[in-house]
């Protein structure tokens, strides 16, 4: 029986772009640190893709390779190339040129602040001063981070959108990217939603993703780790 070729099939992957506005590499690697110091489980081994098309001036692309690995990420590539000398230097450093997409959105974006949204996005919705509560939709590239707090969505969780708690996290509607609760380690951190669809969910560290979700998807679901193991009890 003869051998088969390989075979090369697309598809489609959810990973974090990080857009650089300036080649200062310092500055990226405190953001990065700040990043990761708010759930360092949940970013160990977090695939991500530098996007460049905002850099004037030169890029030393073997230290930025060794900069985002010293914080346990692994960089699939950079985006945004600008020219072919550029296109040149990132392979000779090891990388994949990366090309976008044409619905391509910015997701978690280190520059932003942790409770402002993305440039492209609506702007962000009235915020509480205590248990932060959240009314409107949280749209594609938005990051809503609730520090030594329960965070309370009273809308949805789009696509692509990110919500942090280092308490609870409540959505008063559907959950559809991603959701890290107990963001500083708290393991009795819980995820309350009125449907399930999320890209990613977080509790203390321990993730599941949405192909993981099975029959749990697209319910109204209480969710909380128990023996370091996700589980869920139907609200319903």
Excluded: W
Excluded at 84 to 106: D, F, R, T, W, Y
Excluded at 198 to 214: D, N, P, R, T
């Amino acid at each position: 029986m003869p051998e088969q070729d390989i075979e090369f099939k697309g598809t489609n992957f959810t990973l974090s772009v990080v857009h650089l506005e300036n080649n200062n590499l310092a500055e990226l690697n405190n953001k990065l640190s700040n990043k990761v110091e708010q759930a360092p489980q949940f970013f160990d081994c977090a695939p991500i893709v530098i996007d460049v098309s905002d850099v004037e001036g030169t890029i030393d692309f073997s230290h930025l390779k060794t900069l985002i690995e010293n914080h346990s990420f692994v960089l699939v590539g950079i985006s945004g190339c600008q020219s072919p000398e550029q296109k040149s230097a990132i392979q000779n450093a090891g990388l994949a040129v990366v090309k976008k997409g044409v619905a391509q959105q910015k997701i978690t974006p280190v520059e932003q602040s942790k409770e402002q949204p993305a440039p492209q996005v609506a702007p962000t919705p009235a915020v509480s001063q205590q248990t932060k509560v959240v009314r409107g939709q949280i749209r594609s590239g938005q990051q809503i981070y609730a520090k030594d707090t329960d965070l309370i969505v009273i809308g949805s969780v789009g696509n692509g959108a990110e919500v942090i708690a280092d308490g609870n996290i409540h959505v008063y509607g559907t959950i559809r990217g991603r959701a890290i609760a107990g963001a500083a380690g708290r393991k009795d951190s819980k995820i309350f939603c009125q449907n399930l669809q999320a890209e990613l969910i977080s509790i203390a560290g321990v993730y599941m993703l949405h192909e993981q979700l099975g029959d749990h998807a697209n319910l109204p679901q209480r969710v909380e780790i128990e023996d370091q193991k996700i589980v869920f009890n139907n609200l319903s």
